[in-house]
């Protein structure tokens, strides 16, 4: 085992191919071009026969990134312990390490595979960036002994240094270039989703519809939907996938395509979502399921027909109850867990004062500094004292109390809210 010690004033010829290095350095931030001039360039310095550059990967696992002289079948040989052991330690330890004839050094003499491979010369070192290892350069001579010095040792110990910050730049560089890339595609995906949903409430006389869409990241698992249907009726859905993030942002697509076809052709709420679970579990081969609340609104009676499949209760206002609001509880579990679930419907009828609040849990389960979350009591306070106000006015009054109750506190679910009122 040889310490490093800081290397003494290169040759001219090494001093060259220092500057040669730097050079590409300061020029490339592509890491497999940096990686295999260094190897390029060691091999023909050193006089070695073989060599290959490990990098940690981001389980701190030591993977193979370049190599000369060796094929893949070569690496993953059993008898190729000797020198992955090497490698291993180096990595470990932070130290080089150079023997000079391993045939004979007691470190490595009585291993089989020394014996078998005919190893001679071998000469590691790390690769460390602020101190930490991020990898490791290998050499070996299986021909000749004696072949690696302690300048070899210097000059190897002197590229690593200048190599480490090359891999560290170009690693970050490969970083921001990635992020950049989901960058763009979140945000393509964020107009994707929002082009899936209503741009516009419905303009009905005599009614009035609010909606808020308001995702926790780029994009949502919630969905809210108004559909037009036949008859003088209005369909109204409302959604939340049980995960965050991309997964369930497809998923919310597939699904509202699913939930769309299903109400076309029936004016029953409880068979078209029936329909829509069916086609949910036999097609998305996923572990993600979702709550759902559709409603069938007769919009010349008020007929207010609905399926709640595990989703939040809506709150339910009435002029001839002021003081109170009524829950619209489940009616059937959340779609995608079982094929065969027959949904119950139930209805209400909606006169003129009353409205309907659909709402996802990003509203009840915000929380404040405290962990604190703000509920559904506090939820039904706040719309009771605003029972007076159109539609929109009382979503952008809840919508300010939470912001208020929740202060800094970052958003960790979707918000979605719907109004519908009859005036």
């Not at 240094?161 to 945000?187: D, P, T």
């Not at 036949?230 to 993030?245: C, E, L, R, S, Y």
Request: contains cysteine.
């Amino acid at each position: 085992m040889v310490t490093v010690s800081p290397p003494p004033q290169p040759s001219t010829d090494r001093l060259a191919l220092l500057y040669r290095l730097s050079q590409t350095f300061n020029s490339s931030l592509d890491l497999d071009e940096v990686l295999n001039k260094v190897m390029d360039e060691v091999i023909a310095a050193t006089r070695a026969e073989r060599g290959f550059v490990m990098l940690s990967d981001a389980n701190q696992q030591l993977t193979f990134h370049v190599a000369r002289g060796l094929d893949q079948q070569t690496i993953e040989d059993p008898r190729f312990q000797v020198s992955r052991s090497v490698v291993e330690k180096v990595a470990r330890s932070g130290q080089a390490i150079l023997t000079s004839d391993a045939q004979t050094d007691n470190r490595f003499s009585m291993r089989e595979s020394v014996v078998i491979l005919g190893l001679r010369s071998i000469l590691c070192v790390p690769l460390k960036s602020k101190e930490a290892v991020i990898g490791t350069i290998y050499v070996d001579n299986r021909l000749q002994a004696g072949i690696f010095t302690q300048a070899d040792l210097e000059l190897l110990t002197s590229i690593a240094a200048s190599a480490s910050i090359a891999i560290e730049n170009a690693r970050l560089y490969q970083v921001a270039v990635e992020k950049g890339r989901m960058e763009r595609e979140l945000q393509m995906a964020r107009r994707v989703q929002t082009n899936l949903l209503p741009s516009q409430v419905p303009q009905v006389p005599r009614w009035e519809f609010a909606s808020r869409w308001i995702p926790a990241r780029e994009v949502a698992g919630d969905f809210f939907d108004f559909i037009d249907q036949q008859n003088g009726g209005m369909g109204i859905v409302i959604a939340d996938v049980t995960d965050k993030g991309m997964p369930a942002a497809l998923f919310m697509a597939a699904t509202r395509s699913i939930v769309r076809a299903s109400v076309f052709g029936t004016r029953s709420p409880a068979e078209a979502i029936s329909q829509a679970n069916r086609v949910i579990y036999a097609d998305t081969a996923t572990n993600l399921y979702l709550t759902l609340f559709y409603a069938h609104l007769d919009l010349e009676s008020g007929k207010f027909t609905y399926v709640n499949a595990g989703h939040n209760p809506p709150l339910h206002y009435q002029v001839v109850s002021p003081g109170n609001l009524e829950e619209l509880t489940r009616t059937g579990m959340l779609l995608g867990v079982e094929p065969a679930v027959e949904y119950q419907e139930r209805s209400i009828w909606l006169m003129p004062g009353d409205f309907v609040l659909l709402y996802t849990d990003g509203i009840t389960e915000a929380v404040n500094a405290s962990y604190e979350e703000y509920g559904t009591e506090r939820l039904a306070r706040l719309v009771l004292a605003n029972s007076h106000a159109s539609a929109s006015d009382i979503l952008d009054a809840l919508l300010g109390s939470v912001n208020q109750f929740t202060g800094d506190s970052a958003p960790f679910d979707d918000i979605t809210l719907i109004l519908i009122q009859r005036r």
